[in-house]
């Protein structure tokens, strides 16, 4: 087993007396600038003006602009869309940085594509909780946390090693285990389940077993509840307890048929296919694609998104969902 860090692994306090910049004030950024002020750590905001910079005032932080934030801060933590950070790191962030200071991701896409090219007298690490920004929030105002992973992709100043645990340690992590890894290790693999298992896997699985029983003749509500709104109660027992757990609670029958069906819809030429999907992330062809369209306005994305947005399975959900007003809310 790898080695997991702990808070009493974090013996340098490295974090004391800097001032920490959080770029961006959205799902990741309001947990990492709300944790480390709780921990006593001296943190301002830098954003544009918008929802999130008012969000950030509200929740009784100093607002500044990108730029202004990272002239005052140490260190600077960019939790902006991915897409965005080489444009803004280039225009804001890179001419206010001073040798010796400190710059941090929580996904590693623009230093591993190289979209980002830091200079090489400041430190470059990344701490990537493994859950939403509301969830590492909620387990930390709950005195527990999300662990996460901790990467130094350079080492200027021979403390960004410590600055990141600092930093894994400020969120809440280290109360539960923090795990190393590389830039390259982590946002490939990150982009890898995304795409194949966790958002591309599954949404993609759940419309085609839909649309088998649909084009059958059956009602597209039961198909509803069949194969997308069982799902959540599946994916609970399997991260309880793994797949063993799932497998104990359900019935002989589905176990039966898990085994029996299964590898005939996951054959060895969708894991090939997943094997295509991990070279093009590999290769950078998916950054490229995804950063070109970006570059372009995404019209690929938006109309893919709106295509999606169309699936009848979209439609029956919805209608279904008010007769569940259970399923939104919070656990
Ligand atoms: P969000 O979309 O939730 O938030 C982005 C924030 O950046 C918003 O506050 C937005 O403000 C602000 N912003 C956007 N554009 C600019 C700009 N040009 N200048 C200044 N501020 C800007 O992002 P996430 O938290 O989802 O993602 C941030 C990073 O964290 C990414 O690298 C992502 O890969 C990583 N990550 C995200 C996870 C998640 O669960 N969401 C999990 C692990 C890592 P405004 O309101 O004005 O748009
Ligand atoms: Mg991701
Ligand atoms: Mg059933």
Sequence with gaps: MTKVYYDQDVTVKALEG?????????????AHSQNL???GNDVVIGIRAGK?????KEDGFEVFSVAEATKQADVVMILIPDEQQAEVYAAEIAPNLEAGNAIAFGHGFNIHFGTITPAADIDVFMVAPKGPGHMVRRQFAKGSAVPALFAVFQNATGNARDIALAWAQGVGATRVGVLETTFKEETETDLFGEQAVLCG?????????????????Y?????YFEVL??????VDLMYEGGMEKMRHSISNTAEYGDYVSGPRVITSDVKDR????????????FA??????????????HAMRAKQQGHQIEAVGAELRKMMPFVNEQQ
């Design 288 to 301: 490229k694609r995804f950063t070109d369209d970006y570059k372009a306005g995404f019209p690929d994305f």
């Design 37 to 39: 002020r709780d921990n």
């Design 52 to 56: 999130s910079a008012d969000k950030a």
């Design 219 to 223: 009602q597209p509500e039961i198909a």
């Design 274 to 285: 997943m094997k295509d999907v991990l070279t093009d992330i590999q290769t950078g062809a």
């Design 201 to 217: 896997g599954t949404t993609h699985l759940v419309q085609a077993g839909f649309e088998t029983l649909v084009e059958a003749g």
């Design 229 to 234: 709104h069982e799902l959540k109660l599946i």
């Design 18 to 30: 800097k001032k920490i910049a959080v770029i961006g004030y959205g799902s990741q950024g309001h």
